[in-house]
């Protein structure tokens, strides 16, 4: 019989850690069968943990930088949970009226300091009062989880599931223009780094792309013209994919001006591009891979 907190001796307990590197979901075609898989909803926001010491609340990034005064409201309702120690996983999303999340209202919250309209979906516990939660099957930290959440209400909320029909999970999420679906092997545990325990399937038909590069504004346009995107193909060759710049707003602009401009200068570098076969890249916009790239902000070359 396990012991509780209070019976264990001070050398019985493990020390609640500085930052856990998240486990990674690989992007699959399909949702995964059977019952050793659950299933729950993609959101569209922030991957945050959030790390709690005898009242004090910590929200660290998938990088561990930490973020605790972008979220005030989030650390404090985190700060207030029945735990001494504590470190949980989750997604920090803004909620449209339709109750969909949205990438774009959690950007804006960032930016403005208004982080009351968030929710953070907690769908993962690793740690709690000296114990290890993180070598326990997934299903057994869900439900440790559900268990010190209840009641809490907004802003943190637990992120439920579906145990197998993941094809009717997937079909339903979709029905309703959801994100997407996140399988999870539910007697596996928590494997900081991995991508195959945990995989995804996308409903919305969307990519993403590295931001290698962008063009001076025209006209009226401020702070930017168009950014210039790639992304990396098997190979790990780093392949142009176009350009894009409608539909991005003022405060978008802005946004992205700041964030490109507030650290050390970029060097400009040179990429010599070559044409690739059209094999294999029909839907892409561009068939030109980068053969060679360094720490620097890249433009395009004409040569």
Not at 157 to 167: A, E, F, K, M, T
Not at 187 to 209: H, T
Not at 242 to 270: F, K
Request: charged share 25%; proline share 5%.
């Amino acid at each position: 019989m396990a012991k509780s907190t209070n019976d264990r001796t001070r050398s019985d307990l493990a020390e609640l850690p500085s930052w856990v590197k998240p486990q990674l979901c690989k992007l699959v075609d399909a949702a995964s069968q059977g019952s050793d898989w659950l299933h729950e909803i993609k959101y569209d926001g922030y991957r945050m943990h959030a790390r709690l010491d005898r009242g004090k609340a910590q929200l660290l990034t998938r990088t561990g930088l930490n973020w605790t005064h972008k979220y005030p409201s989030i650390a404090a309702a985190v700060s207030v949970l029945p735990a001494k120690q504590a470190y949980l996983d989750g997604e920090l999303c803004g909620i449209t009226r339709d109750g969909k999340t949205s990438f774009s209202m959690i950007q804006a919250a960032s930016d403005t300091g208004n982080a009351d309209a968030l929710v953070f979906f907690l769908f993962d516990l690793l740690y709690l009062d000296g114990e290890v939660i993180s070598a326990a099957p997934l299903l057994e930290r869900k439900e440790r989880l559900r268990g010190l959440i209840s009641g809490t209400g907004t802003p943190l909320q637990y992120s439920d599931h579906q145990i197998g029909r993941g094809s009717e999970f997937y079909g339903k999420a979709c029905e309703l223009s959801l994100e997407g679906i996140i399988s999870k092997r539910a007697d596996a545990p928590y494997s900081p780094g991995d991508r195959g325990l945990w995989v995804k399937v996308k409903c919305q038909n969307r990519e993403e792309f590295v931001v290698v590069g962008w063009t001076d504004p025209e006209g009226a346009r401020p702070r930017l013209g168009a950014l210039l995107l790639a992304y990396y193909d098997p190979d790990g060759r780093l392949v142009y994919a176009g350009r894009v710049g409608t539909g991005i707003g003022q405060a978008e602009l802005g946004r992205l001006w700041r964030r490109l401009h507030n650290r050390s200068p970029l060097p400009r570098c040179r990429c010599r591009w070559r044409r690739l076969a059209q094999t294999g890249l029909a839907r892409r916009s561009s068939s030109a891979a980068c053969t060679g790239f360094g720490p620097c902000l890249w433009s395009r070359s004409n040569t």
